[in-house]
């Protein structure tokens, strides 16, 4: 594999589900990001990893629970999710620079297109 | 706070033809990136062009180039000889200096390159 990849790809949950999606990267990269994008509206950044420590949450609710246990993986845990949450969920990794995500090119993975009835 | 306008939601273009995609922003920082991104239908997100702020350079990549006019606080896509395979929505993208990885997206742009 190369780039970014995510699994899965197509998600369909309930309410009441519990569910993680999956991304890792295979381009040696130190930052990694989860963004949102829904019909009609722009791409939302919701979490940035640095070296593995979290270091931005752009305001989203709990029932999103980012983890990174390296530098490669990212997971998303979705819990007790609303209908207004089906999505299309990137992630994307960046090399990182001193304390932040830094300024170098992001590259994304395919997405998991996410519905929740 | 940074935004990135797009007002061209919709654009078409014969194929071998150019077009030119539109892109403002705005941003008190004096150092930043500007990026533009593909997405076919695949939904696959594909760097296209990166533009450095401080390089007055305009930046190309084959058909691809910017017009960057940085006193305007504008960043237009021309992409020349437009094939096929450029249908897409096209998203104009700012990153700050001091943003540490705070990437910001402008609404996008959906281009259809007809044969």
């Known amino acids: 594999e190369t780039g970014v990849t995510q699994t899965p790809r197509h998600l369909v949950m309930g309410m009441t589900n519990k569910k993680s999606l999956k991304c890792e990267q295979h381009l040696g990269h130190n930052a990694m990001y989860w963004y949102k994008q829904s019909a009609k509206k722009p791409l939302e950044l919701m979490f940035v990893?640095?070296?593995?420590?979290?270091?931005e949450n752009n305001s989203v609710p709990s029932r999103f629970s980012p983890e990174c246990p390296n530098s490669s993986h990212l997971f998303l845990h979705l819990h007790t999710l609303q209908p207004e949450d089906s999505a299309l969920y990137l992630c994307a990794s960046s090399q990182a620079q001193g304390g932040g995500g830094g300024t170098d090119t992001q590259y994304f993975g395919p997405g998991t297109r996410l519905t929740v009835l | 706070a940074q935004t990135v306008t797009q007002s061209q939601p919709e654009m078409s273009v014969q194929e071998a033809e150019t077009v030119t995609l539109s892109c403002t922003y705005d941003?008190?920082?004096?150092?930043?990136?500007l990026f533009w991104y593909k997405q076919p239908p695949s939904r696959q997100m594909i760097l296209v062009i990166r533009?450095?702020?401080?390089?007055?350079q305009n930046a190309t990549e084959n058909r691809f180039s910017v017009n960057f006019q940085k006193a305007a606080k504008s960043f237009s896509l021309k992409i020349s000889d437009s094939q096929l395979g450029d249908t897409a929505m096209y998203f104009c993208?700012?990153?700050?200096?001091?943003?540490?990885?705070?990437?910001?997206f402008g609404q996008g742009t959906i281009l259809t390159v007809h044969p």
């Open positions: 533009q450095e702020a401080y390089k007055q």
């Open positions: 993208a700012f990153i700050g200096g001091t943003s540490y990885g705070k990437l910001t």
């Open positions: 990893y640095n070296f593995k420590e979290q270091t």
């Open positions: 941003t008190s920082e004096s150092n930043y990136y």
